[in-house]
């Protein structure tokens, strides 16, 4: 069985993991021929990064750091490619939880993993991967972190294409923070939903911004929300909205009548309050699991379900007594923010990957005062004036907010959190910049 036991790699890890690293390299050598210099450089840094933190974390797996859950089931789905390649494209396109002969085949259904369709999902990506690259589980390990790595690509490229002399800033943003980059490269559902944030940003850009190639960014687009709305949905609930203002502020900035921009704010709150009512009543309708009683009292339950297991442990947290009403969930937005952005401090962690984690909170808490101090009231012009900003923030602050009210485990929420630090990150980096030399240049791009 080829993954880490203590001290020991399988043979298929030490011979297939260079030939499968050699072979990212020249793939993507030819993929960015057309790219700058500069891009291609950072590219090359950055897969190094993915590839190094991968290794590493399949080190780590089933010693300091749990066996990852889904490579048992996705051991099985790469078993029927091998067995029969029928079998495994049945297995495919099979939904959780459907037991029909193939599964039970594979013995697939044992478990939990196969029931829940986010858990069965990931193993799917495993599975795919653990073909690839023939059993190897350092180079499925890999293979994840380069699906991420793609993803906050895109992102980086987005926001290149606005802000281009922000380049250095913003590839730290997107492609090298060490928490963000560690648990996007490991053989969990993370890397998946993080590198679908940033396809989704870059497609959503491209379609309604930039307006090009519409149909094959509309494809990408569905597959994507799919991707988060099975294994994480409230990624797409705490995005969309943002995107709606993003997209919506941009067209905004076209209208000539004086009237209609002023009537436009309200206007836009108005419909995106009325699509927040529509879309849960729709959701509420079809599935039980998404009227906003159900939800809130979901949320409860997991925060008291995360809660109970970390009683005793440094690793949990609590931020107080919560009621499944909006009410309660509005009341603790402000500290949620708090210990999902800024938490856990240093004295707070208790293993080596919490204390990355700790420093890596401290930075971002640093900056964020260095940020406030230096541009003082021009915050709030820049951010009045950036619909980009608005979005980045929109969105970071909401989902850091919903995750801080879920976890109520630093092991968790350290994970929980990477979609939206890379975006709170841009934000502060673009408020910095605003009122520089270059402010005319970035904002009217």
């Known amino acids: 069985m080829s993954i880490l036991t203590v001290g020991l790699i399988d043979l298929s890890d030490i011979f297939i993991t260079p030939v499968i690293i050699l072979g990212l390299f020249l793939l993507f050598s030819i993929i960015n021929k057309n790219e700058t210099s500069v891009n291609k450089k950072i590219f090359k840094l950055a897969l190094l990064y993915r590839i190094v933190l991968g ?3 399949a080190l780590l797996a089933n010693t300091i750091i749990p066996l990852d859950p889904y490579y048992d089931v996705g051991g099985k789905i790469r078993k029927a490619f091998y067995t029969n390649p029928f079998d495994f494209w049945n297995i495919l396109w099979t939904n959780a939880g459907q037991i029909n002969p ?8 044992k478990g939990d993993t196969f029931f829940q369709p986010n858990n069965f999902l990931t193993s799917k990506f495993g599975g795919v991967f653990e073909v690839l690259t023939m059993g190897s589980y350092v180079s499925a390990v890999i293979l994840f972190g380069v699906f991420s790595l793609l993803g906050m690509w895109a992102l980086y490229k987005t926001f290149i294409k606005m802000y281009p002399d922000l380049y250095k800033p913003l590839a730290v943003a997107c492609l090298f923070l060490p928490s963000v980059s560690f648990f996007g490269s490991c053989y969990l559902k993370d890397p998946i939903t993080l590198g679908a944030t940033g396809f989704l940003t870059f497609c959503m850009y491209q379609i309604f911004i930039e307006r090009k190639n519409k149909i094959r960014n509309l494809i990408f687009l569905v597959v994507l929300s799919y991707l988060l709305f099975t294994i994480k949905p409230y990624i797409l609930v705490s995005i969309f909205p943002a995107y709606f203002f993003w997209i919506s502020y941009h067209y905004k900035n076209k209208i000539q009548n004086t009237l209609l921009r002023i009537l436009f704010t309200p206007i836009l709150v108005i419909l995106l309050l009325s699509l927040f009512y529509f879309s849960y009543s729709y959701l509420g309708k079809e599935s039980q699991r998404f009227t906003t009683e159900k939800l809130l009292i979901e949320a409860v339950t997991t925060q008291d379900y995360l809660k109970r297991g970390s009683e005793g442990k440094a690793s949990g947290y609590d931020i107080g007594t919560i009621e499944p009403n909006i009410n ?8 949620s923010i708090q210990f999902s952005l800024f938490r856990p401090f240093l ?6 990957i919490q204390l990355i984690a700790s420093l890596d909170s401290l ?6 005062l260095y940020v406030i101090l230096k541009k003082r009231l021009l915050i709030f012009k820049a951010i009045l004036k950036s619909p980009t900003i608005q979005f980045c923030l929109f969105f970071s602050l909401i989902f850091a907010s919903i995750m801080g009210f879920v976890s109520a485990n630093y092991g968790t929420l350290i994970r929980y959190k990477i979609p939206c630090i890379p975006f709170y990150i841009i934000a502060l980096i673009l408020i910095l910049d605003y009122s520089s030399d270059r402010k005319k240049q970035v904002f009217n791009n």
């Open 55 to 57: 290794i590493i974390h």
């Open 102 to 109: 193939t599964i039970l085949k594979y013995n697939i259904q």
């Open 328 to 335: 309660s969930f509005l009341g603790k937005i402000p500290k």
């Open 363 to 368: 930075a971002i808490f640093i900056f964020t």
């Open 347 to 352: 004295w707070e962690a208790e293993k080596i």
